[in-house]
């Protein structure tokens, strides 16, 4: 049973490109969530999704970042114009549906993508 | 605004000397709180969630323990193998059900032998 599946593991990305970050989810898992984390600081949440659906964006930047869930397939977290500062361990999250399962497994996440921009 | 305060920031042990670390919390009515341990280069893992005060749980040399105003993760005899970054988490709440989780800075450990 695979895990919280993200690609790549390692990005690098000239300023002004586009950045795409994949992330598949545990198997039963519906929900995404989408976290930073900036070397020495904590993990920031980004986004939450579910199926063709945004729940909370409130911790994404309003320009250049983006996210999507859809029907069929990986969830995308993509970041236009990519700038130095965007340079960070992106991880994903999933978890089963709210209030099933939390308390025994809680959110399961990936490895990352660590985003390098030059 | 809810936060997680950790610490501390780092800490440093001895193998077989055994300690504790403390997560803070202010939330307008605590529904759970995780313990999560992050190794470099790594994803969290997922170690505990409590969800009231009084409440404990165990897992190998870890016990994790809760309080209204915080929670305390002890270690018993730490090995080198336990050397990670320790994090504690609450969860926010969207109409009553649970989203995303709010992370403390965390505590890195380090177990010499």
């Known amino acids: 049973n695979a895990g919280v599946m993200q690609n790549p593991r390692h990005l690098v990305r000239r300023r002004g490109q586009e950045a795409r970050l994949r992330c598949s989810p545990m198997k039963g898992h519906s929900h995404v969530y989408w976290y930073r984390q900036l070397p020495e600081e904590g993990l920031k949440f980004m986004v939450y999704?579910?199926?063709?659906?945004?729940?909370?964006e409130s911790g994404m930047p309003k320009e250049r970042f983006s996210a999507e869930f859809p029907k069929e397939g990986p969830s995308i977290l993509r970041i236009q114009q990519v700038v130095r500062g965007d340079s960070a361990a992106y991880f994903c999250a999933s978890s089963f549906p709210l209030g099933a399962g939390i308390a025994n497994y809680g959110y399961t996440f990936g490895s990352g993508t660590r985003l390098t921009v030059v | 605004e809810d936060q997680v305060t950790q610490s501390p920031e780092a800490l440093r042990l001895q193998e077989g000397e055994s300690s504790s670390l403390n997560c803070s919390y202010t939330v307008s009515g605590l529904r759970g709180l995780f313990w999560y341990r992050q190794d470099p280069g790594k994803g969290p893992e997922f170690l505990f969630t409590?969800?009231?005060a009084g409440e404990e749980k165990e897992k190998e040399r870890l016990k994790a323990t809760l309080t209204k105003k915080e929670s305390f993760l002890h270690i018993t005899a730490p090995k080198p193998e336990d050397s990670a970054t320790y994090l504690c988490?609450?969860?926010?709440?969207?109409?009553?059900?649970?989203?995303?989780?709010?992370f403390g800075k965390g505590t890195k450990l380090s177990v010499k032998p």
């Open positions: 988490a609450v969860p926010t709440f969207y109409g009553g059900s649970q989203g995303n989780l709010i």
């Open positions: 409590l969800y009231s």
């Open positions: 999704l579910q199926k063709e659906n945004i729940i909370d």
